[in-house]
């Protein structure tokens, strides 16, 4: 929308241009180090494909992707079906003027401390915490579970976030939906469980879509998750990242693992967004 | 049977809040803990790690440092953020769109990948960690969160106003001082807050970037090293009150503001 026309056509490019710096700078300008890096060796000169087929060839690398890709496959679906169920009640069985303060109740440790979060479901999972007490003292069993660094305990911490995300993105979508649409597929005969089937559930696909789509992002690049409530049993691709810089300092296997770990975001993104198009065609 | 269903409804969701609060109610609960262990049974309550915390002087000056990366790495982000949307809005640039793509991009890459990109350039044109280092990181992440956020609210309403600006002799800095700013100040202010408890969270990033000086989440990340620890609780439920107050503040001061 082109509104002044005036002589200072400098005007627009000083004021977007330093957004566009920071930009280049600071996010592109990287990217390519990475890359560059990412083609060189650890010690030694010349450029090098060795970080890559690396990873092609290592079966313990390949297992930190695979690892990663099952984690966040349980995790997104278990976070839809727990938070669909709960945003449906939220949205309709929980009176209007609730509604709000329902939601900001169920997002409230939404917003505490990341770190604090994976390190609370720590206490709740320890050998000695809060549930293994609860079940020894009721006697179901007998001896204490091995909750903690598992790959159960990593996706009860990852589940408990997403449940939260979804929620609000599913919730938002239900009360977009107009009720004339309830009301026509009752006046055509359907019941409350066709009307769902046919009508409610394909009019929320696109928002659990998106949603599904931003949990598999957040989900498969995070550190923290993992590395708290998982520990080092098994790897994730985040964990095998850290570990070339922390203990190694290996800057070129990591931008590789990073670069390719940052493909296969981009390959879900790319096979998400034709989803989305043939979805809503 | 609307009954059942009301019912079930019911039990449904308390077994969702009991699983969603669960950890933040251990965590608090036992961080009024008077023994050392974090573990059933309760044994306080006692405010003994709250006292710890707070004469930890470490602690307390990464929460100085954190909330300094935080304010000023979201003026940064807000004022790029705003500038630039505002040029985007109003003038007609030559590949707009592209551009507008570039700046949002970040976006879509997780925190853990440009933390990466930030360090190995950094590492390569010797730049040393520090938390200047981190701010820049964080300005990375929430300027195109500000940029999408402002941008998306500068309708074509407002324009007429500062053509009325305009036609009145104002100069453009004026306009841009006087007219658009505080019509956009709900958008702004949004941005501003977003970016803060972002960058009041941010981990990893933060966690690459700096290393004598640091912020709150890395040095409780430090802090778990020692393992089950009634001081990581206190810590936790502080910050945890901290970012409480702000999404109330947030409640509060911009959403009641809406429908004006």
Known sequence: MASAGNNSSALPWALVTPALAWTLLFFVLPFIAMGFSSLTAHEGRGFTLANYSQFFTDPSYWRAMVNSLEVTAIVTVISILLAYPFAWILAEQVPERWQRLALMLAVLPFWTSYVVRSYSWLLVLAQNGVINRALTGIGLVGEPLQLANTRFATVTGFVHFFVMLLTLTIFANLKQLSPSYRKAAADL???????FVHVVLPLTLPGIMVGTFLTFVLCIGDYI??????GNNELLMPQLVMMQIGRRGDFPLAS??????????TIAYLACARW???ERA | MRAAVRFAAWVYAIAVYGFIFLPVVVLVLFSLQATSFPIPPFTGPSLRWYQAVL???????ALV???????LSSLASVTLGFLSAWGFARFVLPGSAILRGLITLPLTVSYLIIGMGL????NWAGVPK??????IGHVVINLPLCFAIIYSQMGDHQINIERAARDLGAAEWKVLLMITVPVMAPAIFAGFFLSMTFSWDEFVISFLLTRFETTLPVEIWNLLRSGLNPKTNAVGSLVFAVSIVLVVFFELTLLRRKPA
């Open chain 2, 130 to 135: 520090s938390l200047l280092a981190a701010g």
């Open chain 1, 276 to 278: 989305l198009k043939i």
């Open chain 1, 256 to 265: 590789a693992l990073s670069i390719i770990l940052m493909a296969v975001v």
């Open chain 2, 119 to 122: 360090l190995v350039l950094f």
């Open chain 1, 189 to 195: 005969g359907a019941g409350p469980v066709r009307t």
């Open chain 2, 55 to 61: 004469s930890d002087a470490r602690l307390t000056s």
């Open chain 1, 225 to 230: 998750t993992p590395q708290i409530l998982g």
């Open chain 2, 65 to 71: 440092n954190s909330l300094l990366v935080a304010v």
